[in-house]
């Protein structure tokens, strides 16, 4: 659109991550202007500061699970909100500088997830490699080139972008592994509902009291929201202090929802709202305790109007 200046994204990179390839699936990010970061707490910290107005970071993946860095900055770190989610899956080569041969490999390096997810192809063919951590899978490529590793856990452009040689194709475990991606921006109006949303928060409990976190769970169930995730992260005040990240299904802007949320904030020591946006994949089915479809709620307010009103049909 003329006259509208492109928008400013930024992800972890360098570029070749998945985090990149993520990305690139939205238009107005293809379209916009592109900028990698070296780790995610710099990637939200452009976000921060409005160097950029909007980051795309890992958040899970559904072999290893969450990405605690992601998580902990967005439960701890000035607050931000998540806007879309993005859901990749991922294929591994295993890539080394030219002439490298597969046998002499003896570090392998990737992001904690990439090396997470080649886990049994590197049981296999190479027990006595070591593994070392990157803050990205392309930053691994970029290490390998530099004579860092012997070898990097990457995607294929950022193998070919730094010029290694592809030593194994599709070294991933799982064909069928799923890393969930965030598009985080400033705290601001939430996305529109669509219908089919989610909502993130964090709900700090009440640590000193029994129950306090079925009482949390209780505020969702009761009235028929569905929690697709539920995840605990240290407070690191002491051991055995945790917060816990919870998505649930609906949209902030959803009567049910807005009064789960209230609820929290009722029963919890603090609550942090991080988005409600649109769900990447379609609910999965649920059932849901009786008494709490939509019908079920919209009767049993009826009954109530007309009762507050008199009416003298009380059935
Ligand atoms: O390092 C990357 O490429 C990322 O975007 C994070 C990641 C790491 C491993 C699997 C999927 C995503």
Known sequence: MPGVPPQRFTYLGPEGTFAEQ?????????????????TVPEALDAVRSGAVGAALVPLENSVEGAVGVTLDELAYGAPLLITRELLLQVRFGLFGRPGTKLESVRTVASHPHGLAQVRAWMRKHLPDAEQRSTSSTS??????????????????????RQRLELLADDIG???????????????????????????????????DRAGALLEVLTEFA???????????????????????????????ADDRVGEAVMGL????????????????????????????????FADA???????????????
């Open 265 to 296: 904030r009722r029963i919890c020591a603090d609550v942090r709202f991080l988005g409600s946006y649109p769900a990447a994949e379609p609910s999965p089915p649920y059932t849901r305790r009786p008494g709490t479809s939509d019908a079920d």
């Open 139 to 160: 930053d691994a490529a970029v290490a390998v080139a530099r004579g860092d590793f012997d070898a990097a856990a990457c995607a294929a452009v950022a193998g070919e």
């Open 22 to 38: 993520a990305l690139l699936t939205l238009p107005a990010a293809r379209n916009g202007v592109r900028e990698p970061s070296a």
């Open 222 to 252: 009761v009235r028929g929201l569905n929690l697709t995730r539920i995840e605990s992260r240290p407070t690191k005040e002491r051991l055995g202090r945790y917060c816990f990240l919870l998505d649930c299904s609906g949209h902030i």
């Open 173 to 207: 475990d799982s064909s069928t592994a799923v890393t969930r991606f965030v598009l985080v921006t400033r705290p601001g109006r939430p996305a529109e509902r669509t219908g089919d949303d989610l909502t993130s928060l964090v709900a700090f409990i009440a640590h």
């Open 301 to 315: 307010a009826g009954w109530l109007r007309q009762i507050r009103d008199g009416a003298t049909d009380r059935g």
